[in-house]
């Protein structure tokens, strides 16, 4: 068992038990162990390794990966419901595009529309708009915890807690463009697909069920936050799926394929898909295939958190595609106790949830933990299966954080 930040799980719980936040840096570091390496991704900014042309906004403010296509949030930067663009996280498949609108077009097409067309940017915003909040979160985010937790090293990009965020969008609903169309009665799949190149298949494409296209709240989005939508999120055009992984809200749409049979690329067969023991095969996929996210809540804080001794109002996120969050709890003893925290009003349509909880921080090392449940009753659990690609991890998060 080998990678970025791996423990196996006697020493993390050894670690947690011992005295949280130094004890599991230390053991996360730890090279004297045979089933421990150096973290791969430092918490430091890593912005600087990035090449130029890879992004259009500022990377300083985000935790930029060294795969140069991921740039993590920092929660402690968000203080709001919605999330402001400097601050709004980035994952793509290849570079940011730079597309001429004026040239810009999205077909329509397959054996499920019965007058395949084109439109243009003025054709879509002449159509009837939607404003939704919602959160958009990639499919690996907290994938570094089953490493970290679990003591299993999943693939990808090792992401902590930054993999999220919290938007205002603006577009016209998939299902007014599908019908423009005349999307038939007998279709099946959905297939979106971006302009951004991707080996073997062109395009960054996923395919949606003709039910969750046509869902008044599956949008083509071109906006965010009041502004048009920005080039690293998609510009001129994107889907936006609420509720669904990061991977099937396509960005740089160019077509739309509608057919009437089910169908599969690398992104519901070998990627996307969790993969495992515990997961039986779904079609052509050797497991299941990721598609609605999962509930999950996260501190607003450094990775590790330095604090003060003293009152703290610590605050959070929390976000379910169930409903909204009805109640977030802390613990500062590995889930042994919990405490209420309080869950702010302002949930609106898919927005995630800020908590916070009052603490009175005494010197030494804190493994602060955090779980949340919906007004449908689902709450975060206490261990998941293990899936090799890291998806969809939502156990509690242990923050490591240092009061002096």
Same mark, same amino acid.
């Given at each position: 068992?080998?990678?970025?930040?791996?423990?196996?799980?006697?020493?993390?719980?050894?670690?947690?038990?011992?005295?949280?936040?130094?004890?599991?840096?230390?053991?996360?570091?730890?090279?004297?162990?045979?089933?421990?390496?150096?973290?791969?991704?430092?918490?430091?900014?890593?912005?600087?390794?990035?090449?130029?042309?890879?992004?259009?906004?500022?990377?300083?403010?985000?935790?930029?990966?060294?795969?140069?296509?991921?740039?993590?949030?920092?929660?402690?930067?968000?203080?709001?419901?919605?999330?402001?663009?400097?601050?709004?996280?980035?994952?793509?498949?290849?570079?940011?595009?730079?597309?001429?609108?004026?040239?810009?077009?999205?077909?329509?097409?397959?054996?499920?529309?019965?007058?395949?067309?084109?439109?243009?940017?003025?054709?879509?915003?002449?159509?009837?708009?939607?404003?939704?909040?919602?959160?958009?979160?990639?499919?690996?985010?907290?994938?570094?915890?089953?490493?970290?937790?679990?003591?299993?090293?999943?693939?990808?990009?090792?992401?902590?807690?930054?993999?999220?965020?919290?938007?205002?969008?603006?577009?016209?609903?998939?299902?007014?463009?599908?019908?423009?169309?005349?999307?038939?009665?007998?279709?099946?799949?959905?297939?979106?697909?971006?302009?951004?190149?991707?080996?073997?298949?062109?395009?960054?494409?996923? =395919?949606?069920?003709? !039910?969750? $296209? *046509?869902?008044?709240?599956? #949008? &083509?989005?071109? @906006?965010?936050?009041?502004?048009?939508?920005?080039?690293?999120?998609?510009?001129?055009?994107?889907?936006?799926?609420?509720?669904?992984?990061?991977?099937?809200?396509?960005?740089?749409?160019?077509?739309?394929?509608?057919?009437?049979?089910?169908?599969?690329?690398?992104?519901?067969?070998?990627?996307?898909?969790?993969?495992?023991?515990?997961?039986?095969?779904?079609?052509?996929?050797?497991?299941?295939?990721?598609?609605?996210? =999962?509930?999950?809540? !996260?501190? $607003? *804080?450094?990775?590790?958190? #330095? &604090?003060?001794? @003293?009152?703290?109002?610590?605050?959070?996120?929390?976000?379910?595609?169930?409903?909204?969050?009805?109640?977030?709890?802390?613990?500062?003893?590995?889930?042994?106790?919990?405490?209420?925290?309080?869950?702010?009003?302002?949930?609106?349509?898919?927005?995630?949830?800020?908590?916070?909880?009052?603490?009175?921080?005494?010197?030494?090392?804190?493994?602060?933990?955090?779980?949340?449940?919906?007004?449908?009753?689902?709450?975060?659990?206490?261990?998941?299966?293990?899936?090799?690609?890291?998806?969809?991890?939502?156990?509690?998060?242990?923050?490591?954080?240092?009061?002096?």
């Amino acid at each position: 068992m080998t990678g970025p930040a791996s423990i196996n799980r006697r020493r993390f719980l050894q670690a947690l038990s011992a005295g949280g936040a130094a004890a599991v840096l230390a053991a996360c570091g730890d090279s004297g162990d045979p089933e421990a390496t150096p973290a791969a991704e430092p918490i430091a900014d890593e912005a600087a390794t990035q090449p130029a042309s890879a992004w259009f906004k500022d990377t300083t403010p985000f935790i930029a990966h060294d795969d140069g296509k991921s740039l993590e949030a920092r929660l402690e930067n968000m203080d709001g419901l919605i999330t402001p663009e400097r601050f709004f996280f980035v994952r793509n498949n290849s570079v940011s595009l730079d597309v001429d609108v004026d040239s810009w077009r999205l077909s329509i097409e397959g054996d499920a529309v019965a007058n395949p067309r084109t439109f243009t940017d003025d054709d879509i915003r002449a159509l009837p708009s939607r404003t939704l909040v919602c959160y958009l979160e990639c499919a690996g985010n907290h994938r570094a915890m089953f490493g970290l937790v679990q003591g299993r090293q999943a693939k990808g990009t090792q992401w902590k807690t930054g993999g999220v965020s919290n938007g205002e969008w603006v577009g016209v609903p998939l299902r007014d463009v599908l019908t423009q169309a005349g999307i038939t009665d007998d279709a099946v799949s959905v297939l979106l697909i971006g302009l951004d190149a991707e080996s073997p298949e062109q395009g960054f494409r996923r =395919v949606l069920p003709v !039910a969750k $296209a *046509l869902h008044p709240d599956t #949008l &083509l989005a071109y @906006g965010l936050n009041g502004e048009e939508l920005p080039r690293d999120h998609g510009y001129p055009l994107r889907a936006l799926v609420p509720g669904w992984v990061g991977s099937s809200n396509v960005k740089w749409l160019g077509r739309i394929v509608v057919s009437k049979e089910r169908l599969w690329t690398r992104n519901n067969t070998t990627s996307y898909v969790l993969i495992g023991d515990d997961y039986a095969p779904e079609g052509q996929a050797p497991g299941k295939v990721a598609t609605t996210q =999962v509930i999950k809540s !996260a501190l $607003a *804080l450094p990775w590790p958190a #330095l &604090l003060n001794a @003293g009152a703290h109002q610590v605050h959070g996120y929390a976000h379910s595609p169930e409903g909204p969050i009805q109640r977030v709890e802390w613990s500062l003893d590995s889930g042994a106790t919990w405490h209420e925290a309080t869950v702010r009003e302002g949930q609106v349509q898919y927005s995630w949830a800020r908590f916070d909880f009052e603490w009175d921080a005494r010197p030494g090392e804190h493994t602060v933990m955090t779980r949340a449940t919906d007004a449908a009753g689902n709450t975060q659990p206490d261990e998941i299966p293990f899936n090799e690609k890291g998806y969809l991890f939502n156990q509690p998060v242990p923050h490591p954080v240092r009061v002096t």
